[in-house]
């Protein structure tokens, strides 16, 4: 990898003026609706101990945190839009083995907007936000773009910025059209590390849905992303992908088959897919399999099973897929995950989840393999109308062949006060 282009990231008074830009167009659109403005601003305090926050293979020792967060909701809506503009910023001190990895002080500052307006035959849907964090390993971080797990072992902030725009046409009619477009900017500052550098990801999409009877619909989706990596010398890099489906409500479920073709610079990928779902009052099951040819030519089984059971104060859920899919990078690799999770609410003010999950990620070319395990348990206490107190326990496990094996505990206790504002 090469170095990273220079970048002036946006100075926390810039992040406000446009925050404040926002707020003043929000209040202008306010003014020609019914129903008035909410406001909703939220604190939390929380402790969180772990014994290896950093997934360190050396395991360097335990980690404290202290912190406090912010956060906002503004909304405006009629019955035909919605307008939402959020933020939250932190404060934070740490004592323990990532002291000096971890920044202190005010940390972590994010502001997203959303726009939804709707009529008897359109939707158009809006969305842009900031988010600025540390790099540091601190967590899994989940990627939605390239639905991938990324593990970051350096110091330094990322900053990540966005849009995504969608308007579906003819929602009514049996022919509609989606045209959706999106791009995403990922930063770094203040690392030496060489493999991370700043990234672009645009993308555009154009969807076809057909109602052919009142029980069958197909759909067509064409897609493009573009990705670049500046600090790669491939330059940019296209992925073209065709989506079609057809899907068939029955009785007692419904039955849906698919194929998938996926143009990449290493290739062309082709899926086969078929998936039958079963409903009842309490229980639902979906299971799929199919075949995929790689971009080597090899060819591939894929498929999964997505289970809910309803629980007279709560749920179990199960879902288990193996795919073949373009990571971060647009590299090809095979996911096989699991999920497993549970709820339930033990009385009127308290609840408790818990949830499993393991994600097995192999290099179909070059690359390393990894392997991603979380163990979480979590209780939830309503105290008062607008007081929360949440008490997690949570086990992670992370072996990748390029740093091998490191496994963190961790306990975090968090205290929350929401605020509602009503004009």
């Known amino acids: ?35 008035g403005p909410i406001l909703r601003l939220g604190l939390s305090t929380s402790a969180q ?13 335990s980690t404290t945190d202290l912190s406090a967060r912010l956060d906002f909701l503004l909304r405006f809506a009629t019955p035909i839009q919605s307008l939402d503009l959020s ?33 008897r035959d359109a939707q ?65 500052s203040d690392t030496t590390d060489p493999d991370l550098t700043d990234e672009d990801r645009f993308r555009a999409g154009l969807g076809l849905r057909f109602d052919l009877n009142p029980v069958t619909q197909a759909t067509v989706d064409m897609r493009l992303s573009t990705f670049e990596d500046f600090g790669a010398g491939e330059g940019r890099q296209d992925t073209y992908t065709l989506n079609t489906a057809v899907r068939r ?25 078929g998936a039958r779902g079963f409903e ?17 030519g090899d060819i591939a089984t894929v498929g999964g099973v997505d289970l809910a059971y ?25 996911v096989t995950s699991l999920a497993l999770g549970y709820r339930t609410q033990l009385n009127a003010l308290t609840g408790f989840n818990a949830q499993f999950s393991f994600t097995d990620r192999k290099a179909t070319g070059a690359g390393d393999d990894g392997r991603f395990a979380t163990l979480s348990l979590a ?31 961790l306990l975090r206790v968090s205290l929350r006060r929401d605020l509602l504002a009503r004009r």
Do not use: C, K
Request: proline content about 2%; aromatic content about 8%.
């Open 310 to 334: 309803d629980l007279p104060n709560g749920a179990i859920t199960a879902e288990f897929d193996r795919t073949i899919r373009s990571g971060t990078d647009d590299a090809e690799e095979e």
């Open 379 to 409: 209780v939830q206490r309503q105290l008062t109308r607008d007081w929360s107190v949440n008490v997690g326990l949570e086990h992670r496990i992370v072996d990748d062949d390029s740093s091998g094996r490191a496994d963190d505990s």
């Open 249 to 273: 409500t029955l009785s007692n479920g419904s039955l849906r088959l698919s194929a998938n073709i996926e143009d990449t610079e290493d290739g062309t990928r082709y899926t086969l897919r």
């Open 49 to 61: 101990f772990n014994t290896n926050r950093s997934l360190d293979t050396d395991d360097t020792g």
């Open 124 to 188: 158009l849907d809006a969305s842009a936000f900031y988010v600025e964090r540390d790099v540091f390993a601190s967590e899994l971080q989940f990627d939605p773009v390239t639905a991938d797990f990324d593990l970051l072992d350096t110091s330094g902030t990322q900053r990540q910025f966005g849009f995504d725009a969608r308007l579906e046409l003819r929602r009514r009619a049996p022919f509609g059209i989606t045209l959706s477009a999106g791009f995403t900017g990922l930063r770094f």
């Open 1 to 35: 990898m090469g170095r990273s282009v220079p970048y002036h990231a946006p100075r926390l008074s810039g992040l406000l003026g446009a925050g404040a830009g926002l707020l003043i167009g929000s209040a202008a659109l306010a003014q020609d609706q019914n129903d």
């Open 87 to 119: 933020g939250d910023i932190g404060l934070r001190t740490v004592n323990g083995a990532t002291e000096g990895e971890l920044a202190t002080g005010i940390v972590d500052p994010s502001l997203r907007f959303s726009y939804t307006r709707q009529s």
């Open 280 to 296: 009842t009052d309490i229980w639902r099951v979906t299971g799929s399999l199919g075949l995929t040819r790689e971009v080597d």
